[in-house]
């Protein structure tokens, strides 16, 4: 078992409070999420038949401000809003004693999409991108340790831009998390 979160379930917002509580591309948001459209049947099916598990809850970490929280928690939305787990969003300048537990690379990337049992324990997480895009993210920090060289802004930069190109165009990305999170549903 991993985190326990448990203090945590019942405090977050609900997925409707948080699109209505954005400040930030509330309109790109919206685009994905009414965007979204299952790949196929099997998968659309799964996600319904996890109304038959009333053993998980879903914490998300995420801002309003971010570029992939605007990307990807509409597809994560919207993968369980038929699943019947309760899922809440964190924000997380309010909880970086959450965040801090499940670092991406040594930092906090987000979204991070937390699954937890009922007491709260972590049972593993997703995020803050598709591994795909994640990948890149990886290589650049790896390659790129110092933050103060000259051609770091440069550089990641490149980086973002070979990012968005993994993404691809349109929402075919959204079949790869959706398939990401029923791997990882499917492994407790």
Not at 68 to 81: G, Q, S, Y
Request: proline share 4%; aromatic share 10%; hydrophobic share 35%.
């Amino acid at each position: 078992m991993g985190a326990n979160l448990a203090s945590k379930l019942g405090t977050g917002l609900k997925p409707k409070q948080f699109i209505e509580s954005m400040e930030k591309n509330k309109e790109q948001f919206l685009a994905y999420y009414d965007g979204f459209a299952w790949d196929n049947e099997e998968d659309k099916e799964y996600f319904e038949s996890l109304n038959n598990r009333d053993d998980l809850r879903c914490l998300i970490i995420a801002a309003d401000w971010c570029g992939d929280v605007v990307r990807n928690v509409p597809v994560v939305f919207k993968a369980l809003e038929d699943s019947g787990i309760p899922t809440e969003v964190l924000i997380i300048e309010q909880n970086y004693d959450v965040i801090d537990q499940f670092l991406t690379g040594g930092g906090r990337g987000i979204p991070i999409v937390v699954f937890t049992d009922t007491g709260g324990f972590s049972l593993g997480h997703w995020g803050p991108r598709p591994k795909n895009v994640q990948a890149v993210m990886t290589q650049f920090k790896k390659d790129n340790p110092d933050r103060d060289a000259a051609d770091y802004n440069e550089k990641i930069q490149v980086a973002r831009a070979e990012m968005g190109r993994q993404y691809g165009e349109g929402n075919g990305y959204h079949a790869v998390i959706v398939k990401e999170l029923r791997s990882l549903i499917e492994s407790f």
